[in-house]
T-cell receptor, first 115, second 114 residues
Framework: AQSVTQLDSHVSVSEGTPVLLRCNYS??????LFWYVQHPNKGLQLLLK??????LVKGINGFEAEFKKSETSFHLTKPSAHMSDAAEYFC?????????????FGSGTQLTVLP | DSGVTQTPKHLITATGQRVTLRCSPR?????VYWYQQSLDQGLQFLIQ???????AKGNILERFSAQQFPDLHSELNLSSLELGDSALYFC?????????????FGEGSWLTVV
């Protein structure tokens, strides 16, 4: 069975400092991994995805994530936080169970950016 | 804009009532997923359809049902509503096999049961 653990429920950073949101996963198969962002009262927006190509994935708004199979991790980073990055971030693993492709969501990390 | 359209955006209804939430997937996407997001339970997978057929079922209550129509739009029907059904309901879509695994979400339908 697949599972996703977001290690921090809340992260606070100062504007201009690096962001690190941690995600560990378990999956029986070669998974696809995603990060989604949800701004208040908005839907889920795709930030980036890993689908077995390059292990370092670049996404929108300056975010990156590195797939580390040995550590079963897919941490999200950004060199310099911006106020507009304040939102909730979800790590998602997708793999196939039988004929269906299933998504499993992490519990989310709320990112606060301090001025 | 993800290309996934959900209506209505907001809905307030009374306990015991029935509502229908509608989802139009991205053009050509064959899979539709429904999720419920509530404050206490986070994002919960409800059900998935692929090209009109139910493909996977998650934590969907018996009072809830869904279907995907030939034009690929989907509806989620919620009946005998309870206060605890108040949540944000997301629809997501994905292209068919071989077209990548990216799933795109709509903006959600806010349901408030009073």
């Amino acid at each position: 069975a697949q599972s996703v653990t977001q290690l921090d429920s809340h992260v606070s950073v100062s504007e201009g400092t690096p962001v690190l949101l941690r995600c560990n996963y378990s999956s029986s198969y070669s998974p696809s991994l995603f990060w989604y962002v949800q701004h208040p009262n908005k839907g889920l927006q795709l930030l980036l995805k890993y689908t077995s190509a390059a292990t370092l994935v670049k996404g929108i708004n300056g975010f990156e994530a590195e797939f580390k199979k040995s550590e079963t991790s897919f941490h999200l980073t950004k060199p310099s936080a911006h106020m507009s990055d304040a939102a909730e971030y979800f790590c998602v693993v997708s793999d196939r169970r039988g004929s269906a492709r299933q998504l499993t969501f992490g519990s989310g990390t709320q990112l606060t950016v301090l001025p | 804009d993800s290309g996934v359209t959900q209506t209505p955006k907001h809905l307030i209804t009374a306990t015991g009532q029935r509502v229908t939430l509608r989802c139009s997937p991205r053009s050509g996407d064959l899979s539709v997923y429904w999720y419920q997001q509530s404050l206490d339970q986070g994002l919960q997978f409800l059900i998935q359809y692929y090209n009109g057929e139910e493909r996977a079922k998650g934590n969907i209550l018996e009072r809830f049902s869904a279907q995907q129509f030939p034009d690929l739009h989907s509806e989620l029907n919620l009946s005998s509503l309870e206060l605890g059904d108040s949540a944000l309901y997301f629809c997501a879509s994905r292209a068919g096999r071989g077209s990548g695994n990216t799933i795109y979400f709509g903006e959600g339908s806010w349901l408030t049961v009073v």
